[in-house]
């Protein structure tokens, strides 16, 4: 029984800061592969960023050298840091996590970049 909650979205002006979270129950962010997707109005969901269990991460072009994942191992939480902030970057955002045999989704937060 994974479950994942996400906070942290809300609204903020273009060049702002934005940090997530997504807390993981049921089982051990360690162990796991996390994700971060987000979705904009009529597009189709796209992968962000991505950090495995050995701390390896990556990035989609669009981000990279803006948003950084990262991960809190005593609070089973990961975190999406998302820094000069685009209109663009406007989306629902969801946490996603992988083990070997199951991936679950978080309820996903809406990010909203405009002035």
């Known amino acids: 029984q994974v479950q994942l909650v996400e906070s942290g979205g809300g609204l903020v002006q273009p060049g702002g800061s934005l940090r997530l979270s997504c807390v993981v129950s049921?089982?051990?962010?360690?162990?796991?592969?996390m994700a971060w997707y987000r979705q904009a109005p009529g597009k189709e969901r796209e992968l962000v960023a991505a950090i495995t269990s050995g701390a390896f991460t990556n990035y989609a072009d669009s981000v990279k050298g803006r948003f950084s994942t990262s991960r809190d191992n005593a609070k089973n939480t990961v975190f999406l840091q998302m820094n000069s902030l685009k209109p663009e970057d406007t989306a629902v955002y969801y946490c996603?996590?992988?083990?070997?045999?199951?991936?679950?989704w978080g309820q996903g937060t809406q990010v909203t970049v405009s002035s």
């Open positions: 996603k996590a992988r083990s070997y045999e199951s991936e679950y």
């Open positions: 049921g089982s051990v962010v360690s162990s796991l592969t």
